[in-house]
């Protein structure tokens, strides 16, 4: 009788994800295996789509250069959000009193929209009227004033820097609650040994935080991998300057609806199809790796 319960609870929710992600992840994933002319579908093409990925240009130059990109975005993210998250969820956990506002502060760009931000930011960035360059060229750094959306030696780290910026917040959240699930106990006893608060940290706190930091990582490779939002609203669909933030789903929006290719919809179902099967393979190789350390800290 419970069962059936919560069957009824949990179906309108069942219902959703099947009509729109179970069924078009299908759908994408078998069309990734039939010739296509237009929008007619042919005859069955095996692994052809998949092996077109590999040998016919554009994709030959363009797909390994966006997801260099997409793998440069994720270490990138993932160094410089964990390292700066995990430091400010530390100092606000010994900061009771001004925590909750704090990070209710450092939550609040990431509720809104990537595009958004992104627009924002490139107006910021402004070569012309932005103010991050006219505060620079003020203070007497004018070699510091660049065109950071015009070169493509910068523009790729403009997008790490602000996706950075707008979701750090998530992390800090889920940091600051992993440490009030650390035994006070237990760096107590550290200190009461003589341990500094260095060596309690790095050889008690740190160790508890593993699963907390592999949830985080997991969960920017997954969002790395599939970031479209905020490299479209900096360098278009094209993924400007010269293709410095060109990324795999930049590459997957020009092959569906600007390249007027006849098939277009079975190159881009394939690579769709990669892509998941990168995400997926990435993120279950991670969880695995870590569940092992879990393991080895539990014993």
């Known amino acids: 009788m419970r069962r059936r319960t919560g069957l009824v609870f949990v179906a309108p929710a069942l219902a959703l994800f099947a009509v729109f992600v179970l069924y078009p992840m299908v759908t994408a994933f078998s069309y990734a295996f039939f010739q296509w002319q237009g929008t007619t579908r042919g005859e069955f093409a095996g692994a052809q789509n998949f092996v077109t990925l590999f040998t016919r240009a554009p994709f030959t130059t363009d797909l390994p250069q966006a997801l260099l990109h997409n793998v440069l975005f994720f270490l990138g993210t993932m160094l410089i959000q964990n390292t700066f998250g995990l430091t400010i969820a530390y100092l606000l956990y010994s900061r009771p009193r001004s925590r909750r506002m704090l990070q209710t502060l450092y939550a609040m760009p990431y509720l809104v929209s990537p595009i958004v931000i992104g627009y924002l930011w490139t107006l910021l960035l402004s070569p012309t009227f932005g103010p991050v ?65 260095r060596q309690a940290f790095f050889k008690i706190t740190l160790p508890l935080l593993v699963p907390a930091i592999g949830t985080v990582s997991v969960l920017t490779f997954i969002f790395a991998m599939e970031a479209f939002a905020l490299p479209y609203a900096f360098g278009g669909s094209t993924g400007n300057p010269a293709g410095a933030t060109d990324f795999v789903s930049l590459l997957f929006y020009r092959t569906a609806f600007d390249s007027g290719a006849t098939d277009a919809i079975g190159s881009s179902s394939a690579l769709a199809t990669l892509l998941f099967l990168i995400i997926f393979g990435g993120a279950y190789a991670a969880t695995a790796v870590l569940r092992r350390h879990e393991r080895r800290i539990t014993a």
């Open 133 to 197: 360059n006219t505060l620079l060229t003020k203070v007497g750094l004018e070699s510091w004033a660049l065109p950071w959306l015009g070169d493509p030696k910068t523009a790729i780290w403009v997008v790490i820097l602000v996706s950075v910026w707008q979701w750090i917040g998530f992390p800090v959240l889920l940091y600051g609650a992993a440490l009030g699930g650390v035994p006070e106990e237990l760096t107590e006893a550290a200190r009461v040994d003589g341990a500094t608060n």
